[in-house]
């Protein structure tokens, strides 16, 4: 009701603004040419009436695109009113349409980008905290959660990351400073070592966010120059044991024992020993690093790996027979050509048979198989498929070796009773030499022992195409 009057109102108000021009020329007409007073005043109303009757729908529909373009601009994404095509303000209705649609057009852009932006954050592979002007803790990603928990977003940082050296960091630049570094380890569930940055955003995000934390994982970095330090120490250290032997015997050679025949000859075969030990490190650490710097080239040529084992039993014999021992060889024919190099095989195989004779109990057999695998290890890789992997297997009746040395059988100098390895030659080098061919050659290492029955070392490999 009030609405219409309000609308009245305007309507009569414009009627009389736009019939202003008519009344003039009235009153002169009025003035001049005297006419009838009553007349004009008659006039001018009739004038006013159909003025008001012109200008009522067009204000109608003026008022209706105004209430409309308000709604949009509230955020009510509303249709435009029913205005006829030819009505007068049906133009602007057409340009607000545009405008309303071009908007909507860019609100998707925006959206769109919005979620890629998240989806980018989320995914990022090293953890990102943002973090709030009071240190709380406004968004993560998921490879933070993954590191810290889910329940973390709105907690003070000081709770989630309890050091010192990052706190210290993150209160410098919350106070003003442009970005700060630290370094911290999470002792649980396993040893992690983090660098973390944190950066001061150029301006104050909608969410709040003032700072960014990005962590980056150092664990394997750490890991790697740990295994270098103990390598170089544990390499040296086996040189120098020999080389201390030789130098003392070469001393009480030259003095004491200058003249003692019997000594001289006995102190020069223990000296052969030492230098021939030597000698077996340094070829072994060669070998080695050759392997390890061509591991990334899978070699492909076809390898008679039944060929290769025999030669490999011959060349035990001596040491077996000492032992009592029986080397026995299950050679499936089918499964005798593998895709490798030659050479590296016949280490591997040689290392595995050298352990085998050398850990297996005096009068004791070594059985040595080589068929087409039945099942694939869980580790195999795609190199390896079933009905084209050879499996060349060394089984010994020794001591065993106890669970848990298993995982780090491989690395390099590692043995289990050293004194034991040391005193029957051994580097500690021969497995770690194994398990770089196999991975040269996308194979597989497994073992198997029973301690007081015997171990058994099978390596999986890539059957040649001819088999
Ligand atoms: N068949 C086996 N039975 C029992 N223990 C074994 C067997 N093979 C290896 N080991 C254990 O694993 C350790 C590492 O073996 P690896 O072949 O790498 O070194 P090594 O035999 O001591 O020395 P190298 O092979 O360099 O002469 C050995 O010291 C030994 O303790
Ligand atoms: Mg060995």
Redesign the pocket.
């Known amino acids: 009701m009030k609405h219409r009057a309000v609308a009245t109102g305007r309507v009569l108000a414009a009627a009389a603004l736009l019939s202003v021009p008519s009344a003039a020329t009235l009153i002169i007409f009025v003035a001049i040419l005297k006419l009838n007073m009553m007349a004009a005043i008659l006039g001018q109303a009739a004038i006013m009436v159909l003025t008001a009757m012109l200008v009522r729908p067009y204000l109608a529909s003026l008022g209706a695109v105004t209430s409309w373009s308000r709604a949009l601009a509230a955020g009510y994404d509303s249709t435009p009113p029913p205005i006829e095509r030819e009505a007068p303000v049906a133009e602007i209705v057409g340009a607000i349409s545009q405008l309303r649609r071009a908007w909507q057009a860019r609100q998707r852009e925006l959206a769109e980008s919005a979620r890629w932006n998240e989806t980018l954050f989320d995914n990022l592979p090293d953890p990102l905290i943002l973090l709030g002007e009071d240190r709380r803790i406004v968004r993560v990603n998921g490879a933070a959660q993954a590191v810290f928990g889910h329940a973390i977003t709105g907690r003070d940082i000081a709770v989630v990351l309890r050091d010192p050296s990052v706190l210290e960091a993150t209160d410098e630049v919350l106070i003003g400073a442009q970005s700060r570094e630290a370094e911290f380890t999470l002792p649980v569930p396993v040893e992690r070592t983090f660098r973390v940055r944190v950066e001061r955003l150029g301006s104050r995000a909608v969410d709040d966010t003032v700072a960014i934390l990005a962590l980056h994982d150092l664990t394997t970095v750490k890991r790697i120059e740990q295994m270098r330090a103990d390598f170089v120490a544990n390499a040296s250290h086996e040189l120098r044991t020999p080389l201390a032997t030789l130098l003392g015997f070469i001393e009480t050679l030259r003095g004491p024992a200058r003249d003692d025949a019997e000594a001289r000859e006995r102190f020069l075969a223990i000296m052969y020993d030492q230098a021939s030990r030597m000698s077996r490190l340094v070829n ?1 650490l060669l070998s080695l690093s050759r392997i390890e710097l061509n591991e990334h080239s899978q070699p492909n040529q076809t390898v008679d790996l039944g060929r290769i084992i025999e030669s490999g039993i011959a060349a035990m014999q001596p040491l077996a027979k000492a032992k009592d021992m029986d080397i026995r060889a299950h050679l499936d024919p089918a499964a005798r050509m593998v895709t490798g190099q030659a050479d590296e095989l016949a280490q591997l195989v040689q ?1 595995l048979l ?3 004779v ?3 109990r005096d009068e004791t057999a070594v059985d040595v198989r080589v068929t087409l695998a039945e099942t694939l290890p869980a580790a195999a890789g795609s190199a390896l498929k079933l009905g084209f992997t050879v499996r060349f297997a060394v089984q ?1 009746r ?4 106890g669970k848990e040395h298993l995982p780090r ?1 491989t690395e390099r100098f ?4 050293t004194a034991r ?1 040391r005193k029957l ?8 030499i194994v398990k770089h061919i196999v991975n040269r050659h996308r194979g597989v290492l497994a073992v198997d ?1 029973t301690l007081g029955e015997g ?1 058994t ?1 099978a390596v999986y490999l890539p059957a040649a195409g001819d088999v």
């Open positions: 072994d290392n050298d352990n085998a050398k850990y297996g010994d020794g001591e065993g070796i059988l590692y043995r289990v009773d390895s030659g051994g580097t500690g080098l021969g497995l770690a022992s171990s070392f």
